[in-house]
């Protein structure tokens, strides 16, 4: 529970767990900055090298929710949310799709209930994109667009892009195509309107995430060379702290050369061995698991060089 604190901040600490009437500012402060820590390690390392600290976290916070005194208990209150949903991302990431949708519903609640409307948006993005990527589009367009709605009520133009961002994700997958386009143009819109301010939930979403979700749209709609020309400029613009990302979008690269109308296998492998390669630094579940699929779509091309090269490549980084 006291990972990532230097002595004093550790007595603080646990000094206000064993009487919760201790809580103050400074405490609240030390457990917002582990759970900064734990969101960069996952960027760049995967779920595995920050869920025990955050769930640790997490259930301090909670064990000090009904004591505190009642000036504190709207932040408290929140940073319960965030770390909630923060494990609800690392199960997400982990594969474990029950426990991410039960961390994500008690982050929603507990958002709410601390009137964080920033955060209750993030949330429902959250829950879009698990909605998503489980095969129902349509259930994410529903959260999504509740995201929107909350977003849009903020001043936080980020976070309007990227609950954009994941609304645009949905259409794709249930494949409407003019509002997958409206949303995308909606979320370019918002980022363009960003001010600098670096207090956002959204840290993590920029143009360059948003191109990488151009591609994914373009995959579904069964666009390849726009999706190509997408997950080019994402590579190019992507922070590389941002390991999962960037492999991702290589990996979404690499299949888009593969459903060209004339399939280039050489460049579709490569990029899939760059995926990879990052792989080898963030082991998360949904990458290596995205991966493997990867692999079985250059199936039809397994006896060419290219193909056996990444079947090489991927034992040495294993996750064959």
């Known amino acids: 529970m006291l990972d990532g604190l230097d ?9 206000a767990f064993a009487t919760p009437s201790r809580v103050d500012q400074t405490v609240i402060g030390h457990v917002e900055a582990v759970l900064w820590r734990c969101m960069r390690q996952d960027d760049a390392l995967g779920p595995q090298a920050a869920l025990d600290t955050t769930l640790a976290q997490r259930n301090l916070v909670r064990g000090l929710l009904p004591d505190a005194p009642a000036v504190f208990q709207g932040r408290l209150l929140s940073l319960y949310a965030n770390l909630s949903r923060f494990a609800g991302w690392l199960s997400f990431d982990l594969g474990n799709y029950d426990s991410a949708g039960h961390y994500y519903e008690t982050a929603r609640g507990s958002a ?22 489980g095969k129902q589009p349509r259930t994410g367009i529903d959260h999504a667009l509740a995201a929107i709605g909350w977003a849009n009520q903020t001043d936080d133009a980020r976070l309007r892009a990227y609950a954009y961002d994941v609304a645009a994700r ?6 409407q195509g003019p509002a997958t386009y409206r949303a995308i143009e909606q979320a370019q819109a918002a980022l363009a309107a960003i001010d600098g301010r670096t207090d956002t939930y959204a840290y ?51 299949i888009c050369h593969l459903r060209r109308e004339e399939p280039d296998i050489d460049r579709g492998a490569a990029a899939i061995a760059d995926a990879a390669r990052l792989a080898s630094h ?27 090269n990444l079947r090489d490549q991927m034992l040495v980084y294993g996750i064959a």
């Not at 964080?116 to 959250?126: D, F, Q, R, S, Y």
């Not at 979700?213 to 190509?228: F, M, N, P, R």
Request: aromatic residues 8%; proline residues 2%; glycine residues 6%.
């Open 7 to 15: 002595q004093g901040e550790q007595v603080r600490v646990a000094q």
């Open 112 to 133: 709410h209930e601390a009137h964080n409307t920033e955060l209750g948006a993030l949330v429902l993005c959250n829950l879009s994109h698990l909605a998503t990527w």
């Open 170 to 175: 949905a259409y794709a997958m249930d494949r």
């Open 204 to 254: 993590f979403f920029s143009a360059g995430q948003l191109a990488s979700t151009e591609s994914v749209c373009y995959l579904q709609l069964g666009q390849a060379d726009k999706g190509i020309e997408a997950a080019k400029r994402s590579l190019a613009a992507i922070d590389g702290s941002f390991v999962r990302n960037l492999a991702l979008t290589s990996l979404r690269l690499g």
């Open 282 to 308: 963030n082991r998360s579940v949904r990458l290596v698991e995205r991966i493997q699929w990867g692999w079985r779509e250059l199936e039809p091309w397994h006896h060419t060089p290219a193909a056996k």
